[in-house]
């Protein structure tokens, strides 16, 4: 399990409360822009997080925590999940064009 040390590492440093991104503007969320046919982009991570963004015409969707590998309820002294992990489900009709995302818990159950 080479992921175990990494939670200490993070706080040695310092840096279990810092969000981040790349410096380097890739120009791929222009480029989506453009083409004018993207209508949704989907990534996640193990952090407790768990959003739907519309912006600039584009849903940008963010997938919830599925487990605890690595450890997702370590996140520096936030203690535990705020929310019992699930997954972030896409449905997509090509028929009608039809695109719907929503959350299932563990459980089977969706979050109200």
């Known amino acids: 399990r080479p992921w175990c040390w990494m939670p200490w590492l993070v706080r040695l440093a310092g840096m279990d409360r810092v969000a981040g ?8 969320f222009e480029a989506l822009v453009e083409a004018g046919t993207v209508r949704a982009t989907f990534c996640g991570h193990d952090h407790p997080c768990d959003a739907v963004f519309l912006h600039r015409g584009i849903f940008l969707c963010y997938g919830r925590v599925t487990s605890t ?6 996140e520096g002294d936030a203690g535990p999940l705020p929310f019992e992990p699930g997954v972030r489900m896409v449905q997509y009709d090509p028929r009608t064009a039809q695109l719907e995302t929503f959350v299932q818990l563990k459980s089977g159950e969706e979050p109200a």
């Open 21 to 28: 991104s790349s410096k380097l503007n890739s120009g791929l």
């Open 69 to 74: 590998t690595p450890p997702s309820d370590w």
